[in-house]
């Protein structure tokens, strides 16, 4: 499978859903911490310089449109760092300040607030418990790679934000929506198994397939008071499916 397309069609179908800044992460064996690419840009301009090698096994891919960590500030931009963990995020968490106050770790980065630090800080403090996600309020999607566990590929949904699952003989495709995964399968000529996951699903992948699930009690009580769109970024989608195709024609 040709990773580097791989990531251009998962990046291709999640480009309408943020423009504020775009990045990937990526880990091939032998490599505990990944190599993290992100840009104050919107996906069309990263599109074309993804690059993943044939090694590579795990990867990360995410657009932003940003509610709480200023983008100006590159730190704040997805994947977020904390400690050994490495991440991306859709959604809102709101106790974050509260949940990283204990960490000497935490906001590494000068001017650094983003909210998503906080998943991060808990998944790498309990060794990726999912348990622990229990202490998160708001909205979440996630997923993560820990340079202590060098094969896992981490995800987890709470509630307010959807994850998806594509299963196939190639391996595990995560995304925001349906239509990402069906991205997939089109141009990279596979077919997968999807189904989206529950509120409280803790996913741990491991050579390319679902090595364990788990469940936590997700913030039930959570209660978004001001919904955004799904779609923030229109013309994204429609330019990047349109270089995807020229990309996709040349491998």
Not at 57 to 77: E, F, M, W
Not at 224 to 235: C, D, I, M, N, S
């Amino acid at each position: 499978m040709d990773r580097t397309l791989a990531a251009q069609a998962l990046l291709a179908g999640i480009a309408e859903r943020g423009a504020d800044a775009v990045g990937y992460a990526y880990r091939a064996p032998g490599e505990a911490y990944p190599v993290v690419t992100k840009q104050r840009t919107p996906a069309s301009e990263l599109l074309d310089r993804i690059s993943i090698p044939v090694a590579a096994t795990q990867a990360l891919i995410h657009v932003r449109d940003y509610t709480k960590g200023h983008p100006s500030i590159a730190a704040n931009n997805h994947p977020v760092r904390h400690g050994p963990v490495v991440g991306i995020h859709n959604g809102i968490i709101l106790n974050d300040d509260e949940l990283l106050a204990p960490f000497s770790c935490a906001r590494a980065e000068p001017r650094m607030t983003v909210d998503s630090e906080a998943i991060f800080a808990v998944a790498a403090h309990s060794h990726n418990d999912p348990r622990s996600l229990e202490q998160l309020h708001g909205a979440m999607a996630a997923a993560w790679l820990d340079q202590r566990e060098p094969d896992v590929l981490f995800a987890a949904r709470g509630v307010g934000r959807p994850l998806w699952v594509g299963e196939g003989r190639d391996g595990v495709f995560l995304a925001s929506t349906r239509g990402t995964l069906e991205i997939v399968e089109q141009f990279l000529h596979v077919k997968l198994r999807k189904r989206e996951l529950a509120d409280g699903s803790f996913l741990a992948l491991r050579e390319g397939k679902v090595a364990r699930k788990a469940g936590f009690r997700p913030d039930d009580a959570y209660v978004e008071e001001h919904v955004l769109p799904t779609v923030r970024a229109p013309g994204e989608s429609e330019s990047c499916l349109r270089r995807l195709a020229v990309l996709a024609a040349a491998a």
